[in-house]
């Protein structure tokens, strides 16, 4: 089966192979500016970076994925400043809460974060290509690239040329600008006093690096060029595979990126362009600026589970706008439980001795076989989650109908439970662990069975409530306590 995406260049649906030939995929995402705590709809990105990246493993390829992180740029410098700390200082916590994040989250590492502010060398040697070969110019407060140089400026975003010859006369110092903004960029910026502590000096002048050749750098250094002390070996640039980020990325901030990789290289940039769509609320983009975003942690504090706020963003269409409730977030904790109980009784057929010497229904291996079949076959059209849970969700129905009637033996349990890490190896939102509590909540749980071995039920019913605060629904049932995530 061909897997399928939707390049943003060619806006059509292109079947997927690495350019080697071989299985490795080299893959580059854009990553967090380290100023704050990533918001949801950051998040949505890197989950639909995610879900590529383990459907990229499902179908057999391996992947080296490089994300980078933006530790200096306008935001990153004017808050360091108003606390009076280094840049390091500054932005540390707030990588240090990025990986926490994405551990929760359950997202998949990647191979390598490079960090801006340790790939200086590599921006100065691309920005020294471009000014030899005419695409970049100096002014006397910075290094701009000239957009009228590129002739295919402007085709990612599908940009008009005739628009883009009569816009293409401003410069833009600042990191980031609208789409409106048709205007050569700053590659380096000269260092004046606003700068205060932070700068590099180096053969192209006191200064810092603009936004955009930050992503040239970081992606030849780690996956398309080779580098070595004098600059890079021209012979030696493979384009990427994949390029993805959200929307907003594609103008100007990829727009840029093509054109500086492409003038220096002379060499096609990437090969598949992905890009995701927004998270909003109340219809509109989530985002630090507006001020309307929640934070992982702000709806960890409100009670729900990290693998539903996760099963929220991965199940709508990457391509597909998501406005965020938490009627929508209620929604899919309870589409998770139903998914997550048919484990939990899988895992207990599987354990009941009354049903290891069931042979097993010749149906049930063809189900079995038949959900994994529909499952990639929905992801191969460009990631259609909505088939492939579809799929997921019309096999657990029919499953917990035979485990009710008990129609199904030890050995279907597992076979079913294989086929479901193998769907999950994907979605990464079930647990088939036979507890899979955080500790703390998981020790709670413990006390309470003390107590209620002690027959301390006012003790029980304490930590009950307690439990139940933090999100843990627990019930007795004639077979001992059981525990889920409370429903919002
Ligand atoms: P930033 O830290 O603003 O550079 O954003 C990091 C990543 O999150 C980029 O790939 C953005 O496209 C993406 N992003 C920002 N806001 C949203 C949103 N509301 N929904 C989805 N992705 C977003
Ligand atoms: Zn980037």
Redesign the pocket.
């Known amino acids: 089966m061909v897997f399928k995406v939707f390049s943003t260049m060619t806006k059509k649906k292109e079947v997927f192979a690495p350019a080697t030939g071989e299985n490795m995929v080299r893959m580059y995402t854009?990553g967090?500016?380290i100023y704050n705590f990533a918001h949801i709809?950051?998040f949505?990105?890197y989950l639909f970076e995610d879900l590529l990246r383990r459907f990229l493993k499902f179908k057999g390829f391996a992947v080296k994925q490089v994300m980078n992180l933006t530790d200096v740029d306008d935001k990153i410098i004017r808050d360091s400043q108003q606390q009076n700390i280094s840049l390091r200082e500054f932005t540390d916590p707030y990588a240090t809460a990025f990986f926490e994040d994405i551990k929760t989250l359950h997202i998949e590492p990647a191979e390598v974060y490079p960090r801006a502010t340790e790939h200086i060398p590599e921006m100065i040697t691309l920005i020294k290509v471009l000014l030899e070969k005419g695409f970049a110019y100096k002014t006397e407060d910075g290094i701009y690239y000239s957009i009228k140089k590129f002739k295919k400026y402007g085709r990612l975003a599908h940009i008009d040329p005739a628009q883009l010859k009569a816009a293409a006369s401003g410069r833009v110092r600042a990191d980031e600008y609208d789409k409106e903004g048709l205007a050569d960029f700053a590659l380096w910026k000269f260092w004046d006093e606003k700068d205060g502590q932070v700068f590099w000096d180096t053969e192209l002048g006191r200064g810092r690096p603009g936004w955009h050749i930050e992503c040239s750098a970081m992606s030849a250094k780690h996956l398309t060029a080779v580098f070595d002390n004098t600059g890079f070996e021209k012979e030696n640039f493979t384009a990427l595979d994949i390029h993805t980020?959200?929307v907003?990325?594609i103008f100007p901030h990829h727009e840029n990126e093509i054109a500086q990789s492409e003038a220096c290289f002379g060499e096609k940039f990437v090969r598949y362009w992905l890009h995701?769509e927004?998270?909003l609320v109340d219809n509109k983009?989530?985002?630090k600026s507006e001020g309307n975003f929640y934070t992982l942690r702000d709806l960890i504090a409100k009670g729900f589970s990290p693998s539903a706020i996760r099963y929220l963003l991965l199940s709508t269409h990457y391509r597909a706008k998501l406005n965020f409730t938490f009627e929508s977030l209620g929604a899919a904790t309870a589409g998770l439980d139903r998914l997550q109980e048919c484990v939990r009784l899988l895992l207990e057929a599987q354990e009941n001795s009354a049903l290891q010497s069931r042979p097993s229904l010749p149906v049930f291996a063809r189900l079995r076989d038949g959900v994994l079949r529909k499952f990639e076959r929905a992801l191969d059209d460009d990631l259609d989650i909505s088939k492939a849970l579809a799929a997921l969700f019309s096999f657990v129905s029919t499953t917990n109908g035979l485990l009710a009637k008990g129609n199904l033996g030890a050995s279907d349990a597992t076979q079913a439970l294989d086929a479901l890490k193998k769907v999950n190896s994907v979605l990464g939102v079930l647990s088939f662990a036979h507890n899979s509590l955080p500790s703390d909540l998981d020790e709670l749980i413990h006390q309470r069975e003390l107590a209620r071995n002690k027959k301390d039920w006012q003790a029980s019913d304490c930590l009950r409530d307690e439990l139940l605060a933090k999100g843990v629904l627990v019930e007795d049932t004639s077979s001992g306590s059981r525990w889920k995530w409370a429903k919002k």
Do not use: E, Q
């Open positions: 854009c967090p500016t709809g950051n949505r990105t980020g959200g907003d990325n995701s927004h998270l983009k989530m985002s």
